[in-house]
């Protein structure tokens, strides 16, 4: 299996401008969690999936971000418009479902910068 | 709510040597699972090890084991024969069981020196 994938590695963009994240779960996992990991704040959950359904989006930080799982292979995570404090590095991860023991697969994450 | 807490923000230990790196968490509710990861400092995100609430025996995975101690709500991270490759950032983490939300602690940096 070729684990979590996610797009693109590096983004760098100007403020204001439209920003998409892609991420590819492993086959069969169930849930997709979106992360995003900053110096300030740690790990932090923006949202997650179970069965391409969002379950809990109150990790997003405000309207500018949303997400999607149009099916069970792909995810997106658009920050529009977006603005310097959303640098960070954003992960994406998924898991089997329930039975917690199967561990949660993240990718190798993108790192923004918004200049 | 859940809350996770890690107080050692890093720690410098001799190759071949065991380290344990502490993580306390906070949660009422019965059934729980507890995670460590090790970030490198490429920065992907690897699990390591898992312990569930209700385990009767501490977790142990190679040269990793988890001293789980429910009733101080606490869930330590043992590398025995520390190697140069261990040095990176470890977090531990919980969900609750069928919740599946992951909330992490703030993590520590572990240098292993040869």
């Known amino acids: 299996d070729a684990g979590v994938i996610q797009s693109p590695r590096h983004e760098v963009t100007e403020m204001g401008q439209e920003v998409t994240l892609r991420c590819k779960p492993i086959?069969?996992?169930?849930?997709l969690f979106w992360y995003r990991q900053t110096m300030m704040r740690g790990l932090e959950l923006l949202i997650y999936?179970?069965?391409?359904?969002?379950?809990?989006d109150s990790g997003m930080p405000e309207d500018r971000f949303s997400a999607k799982m149009p099916n069970a292979s792909f995810s997106t995570l658009k920050i529009q418009p977006s603005e310097p404090r959303d640098s960070a590095v954003y992960f994406c991860a998924s898991t089997p479902g329930a039975g917690s023991n199967y561990g949660y697969t993240f990718g190798s994450g993108t790192r923004l910068t918004v200049v | 709510a859940q809350k996770i807490t890690q107080t050692q923000p890093g720690m410098f230990v001799q190759e071949k040597e065991a380290v344990t790196l502490d993580c306390t968490y906070d949660?009422?509710?019965?059934?729980?699972?507890l995670f460590w990861y090790k970030q490198p400092s490429s920065g992907e995100m690897i699990f390591l090890i898992y312990?569930?609430?209700?385990?009767?025996q501490n977790a142990t995975e190679g040269r990793y084991s988890l001293n789980f101690q429910k009733a101080r709500k606490s869930a330590n991270l043992v590398i025995s024969a520390s190697q140069l490759g261990d040095s990176a950032m470890y977090f531990c983490a919980m969900s609750r069981v069928g919740d599946y939300k992951l909330s992490f602690g703030a993590g520590t940096t572990v240098t292993v020196r040869a």
């Open positions: 086959s069969g996992h169930n849930s």
């Open positions: 999936f179970n069965n391409n359904v969002p379950i809990d």
């Open positions: 312990q569930g609430s209700y385990d009767q």
């Open positions: 949660t009422s509710d019965p059934s729980y699972g």
